[in-house]
């Protein structure tokens, strides 16, 4: 069940996965409450470190734009308690990271958040991460970066080359500028 309060953040309990229904039946209330959000499910949630991107395996997720002034976004990640200590650290931190969201369709390009951790929250052998950021403005042009890092360092052509960028534009490898 998710619950969403005005001027307040969300509160869930995810006892199952949440439907296309709920996220309907929540942006009707949302409205009707006088608070406008747009919701999202979350499929894919990945931390930028450095270089490197840290994959989690989501359990389920949810993902809000605010449509506020500031162009806020909320996003609760629902992931295996394994986690905790990670995301304690982090919001300890008070620091900004690089969210990486994939939206609504594993297909979708990832969305850059600057993003910092409200809240980990345990229930029963899972954890919540809420997470309060902004989307970056970037051009989407991770296709183009791509293509000209396999084309720089692995030296492949016709099908060979065919074959790895498709490959590459499913995982979603961070791209590093030399």
Request: hydrophobic share 40%.
């Amino acid at each position: 069940m998710i619950l969403l309060f005005p001027g307040k953040f969300l509160i869930s309990t995810f006892s199952n996965k949440v439907s296309e229904n709920d996220y309907a039946i929540m942006r009707q209330r949302s409205v009707e409450g006088g608070v406008v959000v747009k919701t999202f499910k979350l499929k894919r949630v990945q931390i930028v470190e450095g270089d490197s991107i840290r994959q989690f395996d989501l359990i389920d997720g949810l993902i809000i734009n605010k449509e506020d002034d500031h162009q806020t976004w909320i996003l609760e990640a629902f992931l295996d308690h394994k986690e905790i200590d990670y995301f304690q650290r982090i919001q300890q931190s008070r620091e900004n990271i690089e969210v990486l969201a994939v939206i609504s369709s594993e297909k979708n390009d990832p969305a850059s958040l600057y993003a910092h951790v409200h809240d980990v929250r345990p229930i029963g052998e899972r954890i919540s991460v809420l997470f309060i950021g902004h989307i970056r403005n970037q051009r989407n042009d991770y296709a183009e970066k791509l293509l000209a890092s396999i084309l720089e360092n692995d030296n492949l052509s016709g099908e060979e080359l065919l074959i790895q960028f498709k490959k590459q534009m499913r995982e979603r490898p961070r791209i590093v500028k030399k």
